[in-house]
């Protein structure tokens, strides 16, 4: 149900040369937009505390001696898929709102419960190994290393992602809706260092996972991983900002919203995905 201040589904912007759609149509679109992007955004998120610490790639590599440094250009496998996660929460700020972007965050902080339950009862429950063994093998691999991938993500995730949208919206409102680039990469750069920062932090002094070298200082190897990691994501950021902004224009037209940097406030298309389903 919408409430009596949610426009209707059929509530849509008019751009020349587009046909109005029926209010099926759109509402049609809305969810199967949105439903793209928390798809995209949940099963990322999964993908990256499984893999998580498993295994560290090497930036450096056509480097000669870079698996020799001190202070390694490392990047968990799990990071790879993250900048996505980010580029998700924000077309879902610019199209949805706030309100559905951080109830999108939060389905995150429960899928990663689900993650940690799973590998926990599939770890104690009873298995064919012989009684009293040691229970090795590839699942018990990746069951610790999930664990420290997920303690270390969970923390940094709803601090980061929050800082994400408050961040973005923050600009949005600064700017009155202007200078999309800004809200994009300005509230990905942010967030981006809090994460960065706690889970090099966490999956060291919790899950004694990094990769370091015994015999160098701690402190400068930490930095670097912190500063790898948040480079990595920087970079991406950047990237992002061509797709971000296509990828805007587009479906603002595609969704009959106002476009980006408009005066004319986006009636929520989350209200129309409530009206089908309330």
Known sequence: MTSAHDPLPSAQHRYEGLPELSEAR?????????????????????????LGITRFVNLAWFVEGSRDWDYK??????????????LCTDFISELYGRRRANWVVF?????NLWVVFILWIGGLWPGFEPEGAEKTGVFFDVRALAFGAVT?????????????????????TLT?????WLRNNGSTLISQL????????????????????????????????????????????????????AGSYWLARFLRLPPPGNDVPHPPAAAAVEAGVG
Do not use: C
């Open 152 to 172: 270390a993500s969970m923390i940094a995730y709803l601090v980061a992602q929050f800082i994400d949208v408050q961040v973005f919206h923050f600009w949005k």
């Open 107 to 111: 389905v995150g902080f429960i899928l």
């Open 176 to 180: 009155r809706g202007r200078h999309l």
């Open 73 to 86: 250009l490392a990047v968990a496998v799990g990071v790879l898929p993250y900048p996505i996660t980010f």
């Open 194 to 245: 809090v994460d960065t920062t706690a889970v090099i932090l966490i999956t060291h002094y919790y899950a004694q996972a990094l990769p370091v070298a015994d015999d160098a200082a701690l402190g400068p190897q930490l930095a670097a991983f912190i500063a790898t990691g948040y480079v990595f994501k920087v970079i991406m950021a950047a990237l992002d900002t061509i797709p971000f902004y």
């Open 26 to 50: 759109l509402h049609e679109r809305r969810e199967r937009v949105f439903l793209l992007f928390a798809g995209i955004f949940l099963g990322s998120l999964a993908m990256l505390n499984i």
